[in-house]
C-alpha cells in the first residue's frame, strides 16, 4: 500500500512560475526522498532530507520536512518546460538495513511555455 | 560510471507464462531492490535482496521471486503471469546500511504487458 498522499495530483502551471507540491506520510522515517520520473522511464534521485532536518536546498529545489505532521513539500523555483514530470516522496524505514522505499501517489506537473 | 541497468526494456507475454527480468546495480552498490509500478500508480516494493538473500519482501505472492548473483546483479521471476502483473518494473541499488543519507538509484525499468 501506499505510504500517503501526494498533493494535488496534477499541476498545470505557466513556465517561469514557481511549482508547490506536497506529501503525506505515516510512519517513523530515517528520511524522505524526492524523485521525478519523465513517462515510462526510471525515477531519478531530486533530494534527500534526513528526518533531523527541517529544511534542504539544491538549486532550484526547495525542501521542507516536518515531522511533527508527518509531512514533506518539494518547491521548484523558476519552472521550465524540462520539468515536466511526475514527482513522487519517498520515505525510507527509521531501521538499520532497511531498504524499502515507500512511495506516495504522485503529482504529474505540466509546465505551460 | 555506470548506473543501474535493466534489460530487457520491453517485454510482452501473455496468461500463465513465466518471465525473468534482469537488473545489474550501480557499480559499488551491493544491495538491489525491486519495484512494481502500475500505470499512474507509485512504485510498490516487492523484495530486496543482500547477500544473495532476500532480506525484505512487500505484499507480493511466492508468484514473485527473486535472485542475486555474487556480482550483485539480480533477477526477478515472475510465474503463472496474470493481467495485473501489466507494470513497470523498476530496480533500484545502494550500498548496504547507508540508507540515512544515501538515496537509492534506480534504472530505466522493464516495461511488461500481459496479453
Known amino acids: 500500500s501506499q505510504q500517503g498522499e501526494e498533493d494535488p495530483q496534477a499541476l498545470s502551471i505557466q513556465e517561469g512560475e514557481n511549482a508547490t507540491m506536497n506529501c503525506s506520510y505515516k510512519t517513523s522515517i530515517n528520511n524522505l526522498q524526492w524523485y521525478r520520473q519523465n513517462s515510462g522511464r526510471g525515477l531519478v534521485h531530486l533530494i534527500l532530507i534526513r528526518s533531523n532536518e527541517r529544511e534542504k536546498h539544491s538549486g532550484r529545489l526547495r525542501v521542507t520536512l516536518d515531522t511533527s505532521k508527518k509531512s514533506s513539500s518539494l518547491l521548484i523555483t523558476a519552472s521550465r518546460a524540462a520539468d515536466t514530470a511526475s514527482y513522487f516522496c519517498a520515505t525510507d524505514g527509521a531501521n538499520f538495513g532497511n531498504e524499502k522505499l515507500t512511495f506516495g501517489t504522485g503529482t504529474r506537473l505540466t509546465i505551460i511555455p | 560510471d555506470a548506473g543501474v541497468t535493466q534489460s530487457p526494456t520491453h517485454l510482452i507475454k501473455t496468461r500463465g507464462q513465466q518471465v525473468t527480468l534482469r537488473c545489474s546495480p550501480k557499480?559499488?552498490?551491493?544491495?538491489v531492490s525491486w519495484y512494481q509500478q502500475a500505470l499512474g500508480q507509485g512504485p510498490q516494493f516487492i523484495f530486496q535482496?543482500?547477500?544473495?538473500?532476500?532480506?525484505q519482501r512487500g505484499n507480493f505472492p511466492d508468484r514473485f521471486s527473486g535472485h542475486q548473483f555474487p556480482n550483485y546483479s539480480s533477477e526477478l521471476n515472475v510465474n503463472a503471469l496474470l493481467l495485473g502483473d501489466s507494470a513497470l518494473y523498476l530496480c533500484?541499488?545502494?550500498?548496504?546500511?547507508?540508507?540515512?543519507?544515501?538515496?537509492?538509484?534506480f534504472g530505466d525499468g522493464t516495461r511488461l504487458s500481459i496479453l
Open positions: 535482496y543482500y547477500e544473495e538473500e532476500e532480506r
Open positions: 533500484a541499488s545502494r550500498l548496504y546500511g547507508t540508507g540515512v543519507n544515501q538515496p537509492q538509484h
Open positions: 557499480s559499488g552498490h551491493d544491495t
